[in-house]
């Protein structure tokens, strides 16, 4: 019930998808898909946000709850169900975090699933 709520919310206060399928590096370096819903506008460079020049402008009206709250993370229970991720374990990095991947993989990171926490 509660994801559902969330949907809702994310549809009414900005147009677009609900979801926002970001790719991510899992297990072994394969990229995959990871949802979470959307907090950011859909006109939103597809950059990390700490590389955006004033991130907060491109927030939806409750953007700011999703990532505060982790609520944005709750989508991301489909991957566990699908094998991808765990809920323990490294954050997935995003498929363009060249220099993370790399360290990841010197140091054997690579062979572990990614979590949600």
């Given amino acids: ?8 919310c994310v ?3 900005s147009p677009g998808p609900i979801l926002y399928w970001s790719k991510r590096v899992g297990r072994f370096n394969q ?6 819903f959307r907090s950011m506008r859909v ?3 597809t950059v990390a946000t700490h590389l955006l020049e004033n991130p907060d402008r491109f927030l ?4 700011s709850f999703l990532r505060k709250s982790s609520v944005d993370e709750l989508p991301q ?3 566990i169900l699908a094998g ?3 809920f323990v374990g490294p954050r997935p990095a995003l498929y ?3 220099d993370l991947i790399e360290l990841r993989t010197a140091h054997g990171v690579d062979k572990l699933l990614p979590g949600l926490t």
Avoid: H
Wanted: glycine residues 4%; hydrophobic residues 50%.
């Fill in 60 to 63: 939806t009206p409750i953007g």
């Fill in 77 to 79: 229970l489909w991957c």
């Fill in 84 to 86: 991808k991720m765990s």
């Fill in 1 to 8: 019930l509660p994801i559902l709520i969330v949907a809702l």
């Fill in 31 to 36: 990229i995959f898909l990871m949802p979470k």
């Fill in 96 to 98: 363009n975090q060249y």
């Fill in 43 to 45: 006109d939103t460079p």
């Fill in 11 to 13: 549809r009414l206060t």
